[in-house]
């Protein structure tokens, strides 16, 4: 590549990047500003407000995590990209778009009144599905990345590392869906499922020395 494309290239790729983080930013600060502030003339009305609200601020820090998570992927996969196409800009403004609708969902899921299992199932259902096409769209990012030579000095442990991670996600969120049709607490798996990939991918990768040191 000569030094004038590769230079645009690069200001391409910073741009881009730029562009991501703030969007990122953005969002996961929006969480915050629907968050109720507790209220009471004694400690114990106050205490009293801080429980009726705590749906909201378990949202709160799920969705930060979630926003978190996410951009730390996009991070860790975009520090080694030298040139982007048209193809990844899609991908990635597709990926924007579910990180936007973040604090949506997540006022969806604070919302109050008797339901039905089936609207408990909807709401919280369409926040799984959301991060189960952001972490297919950061799946289809880095195989378009790696498969176009796009970021050639990614480290082969990186790329194993985020394809786990984005998979764990991906099964974790994945199953909770169907299973709000018949179990209220199927968010359990967005904790349950992405730790229980890794540990049992990092178990499967494990080398063949370590698992006879382990047997002796």
């Known amino acids: 590549m000569a030094t004038g494309t590769a230079e645009f290239a ?12 703030a ?5 996961i600060t929006l969480l915050a500003i629907d968050l109720p502030v ?5 400690v114990a009305a106050f ?5 009726l609200n705590n749906s909201h601020y378990a949202a709160f820090l799920i969705s930060f ?3 978190a998570g996410a951009w730390s992927r996009h991070h860790d996969m975009f520090r080694y990209v030298v040139d982007i196409d048209t193809r990844l800009r899609q991908l990635n403004m ?13 006022r969806l899921l604070t ?3 008797h339901q039905t299992l089936g609207v408990h199932a909807l709401r919280l259902g369409f926040y799984a599905l959301l991060q189960v096409v952001a972490s297919a769209l950061l799946l289809l990012m880095l195989r378009h990345l790696t498969g176009h030579e796009q970021a050639p000095e990614t480290p082969d442990p990186e790329v194993t590392s985020l394809t786990r991670q984005s998979y764990g996600w991906l099964l974790g969120f994945g199953l909770s869906i169907p299973l709000f049709f018949a179990w209220s607490y199927a968010w359990v798996l967005w904790i349950v499922g992405p ?3 890794s540990i049992w991918s990092r178990w499967r990768q494990a080398p063949a020395g370590e698992d006879k040191d382990d047997a002796g």
Request: cysteine-free; glycine content about 4%; overall charge positive.
């Open 111 to 113: 919302s109050r009144g």
């Open 47 to 51: 205490w009293s407000s801080v429980r």
């Open 38 to 42: 507790p209220s009471g003339p004694t």
């Open 195 to 197: 730790l229980a990939f």
């Open 65 to 67: 995590v979630v926003i």
């Open 10 to 21: 690069t200001r391409a790729v910073e741009r881009l990047s730029l562009f991501s983080d």
């Open 94 to 106: 597709a990926w924007l778009l579910t990180v936007v609708l973040i604090p949506f969902a997540t």
């Open 23 to 27: 969007v990122a930013a953005i969002a």
